[in-house]
C-alpha cells in the first residue's frame, strides 16, 4: 500500500513555507516559541492555505501548534508482520534520533499486535533496568491496553510454530506482575506526527 504524501504548512517557524515531510517540517518549528503549522493532503490545499490567516483553520480542524510536538526525551516502538499471521519482528529506537535499541525477530507465525506488545514490555523493561526517566511512544491503543490489563488478549492459536514467540508472551506478561514502573506510557499521534520513529518502513 503506497504511503500518502503530506505538505506541511508552516505560517510561523524559522522560516514560513510548504514542506515535504514532517522532518523538514520539524526543523522550522524546533524551538521556535509560539511555532504555527498544520498537515494538509494535497499540494493544492497547502499552497491556499499560506497564503491566508492561519486561523481559518482552526474551525476546520484543530490547529498544530508547538505545545502538541513529541516527546523527545523518549524512545519509541513498533512492529511489523508479513502476513496477519505471519512473519513478525519488533523493535524500538529513540524518538529523536532513530537510534536503534533493539530489535527482535522475525518470529514465525505471529501477529502485529503481539509484536506491538511485546515491544512495548520490552521498552519499559529496558527504561527500568536503566533507570531511565524517559517515556515511551507506542501507535498501538491494543498494545497499550493489554500493557495495563496485564493480558495479551490475542485470539492466535498457541502452536508448535509459534511456541517461541508465545514463551516471550509468557515472560512479558510475568514482568508486567512482577514490576512496577513510572514510565509514561504515550499514544503516538500518527495523523499529525507521521509515522512513529520506529516503524519499519513497510506500508
Known amino acids: 500500500m503506497k504511503k ?16 515535504n515531510s514532517w ?20 499540494l493544492k490545499d497547502a499552497n491556499d492555505a499560506l497564503s491566508k490567516d492561519y486561523k481559518i483553520y482552526i474551525s476546520k480542524s484543530k490547529l498544530i ?12 516502538v ?24 533493539f530489535n527482535h525477530g522475525p518470529f514465525k507465525q505471529g501477529t502485529n499486535n503481539i509484536g506491538e506488545f511485546l515491544a512495548l514490555v520490552h521498552g519499559l523493561a529496558e527504561l527500568k533496568k536503566n ?12 498494545a497499550i ?14 502452536t508448535i510454530e509459534n511456541e517461541n514467540l508465545f514463551l516471550l508472551v ?7 506482575k512482577s514490576n512496577s514502573y513510572q514510565t509514561k506510557i504515550l ?8 509515522e512513529i520513529p520506529a516503524d519499519f518502513g513497510r506500508k
Open 187 to 194: 499514544k503516538w499521534k500518527t495523523k499529525i506526527w507521521g
Open 23 to 42: 522532518e523538514e517540517c520539524k526543523e522550522q518549528i524546533n524551538n521556535f516559541k509560539g511555532a504555527k503549522y498544520k498537515s494538509f493532503l494535497s
Open 145 to 158: 491496553s493489554w500493557v495495563r490489563k496485564k493480558k495479551c488478549n490475542t485470539k492466535l492459536e498457541r
Open 131 to 142: 533507570k531511565s526517566n524517559k517515556s515511551i511512544y507506542t501507535d498501538s491503543i491494543t
Open 65 to 76: 501548534t508547538s505545545d502538541e510536538l513529541p516527546n523527545y526525551n523518549s524512545i519509541s
Open 78 to 101: 513498533d512492529a511489523a508482520s508479513s502476513g496477519n499471521p505471519g512473519i513478525m519482528e519488533y523493535q524500538g529506537v529513540d524518538t529523536k534520533t532513530k537510534k536503534l535499541l
Open 4 to 19: 500518502k504524501l503530506k505538505y506541511y504548512v508552516v505560517w510561523e517557524g524559522h522560516k514560513k513555507g510548504i514542506y
Open 170 to 176: 509468557d515472560r512479558a506478561i510475568l514482568w508486567l
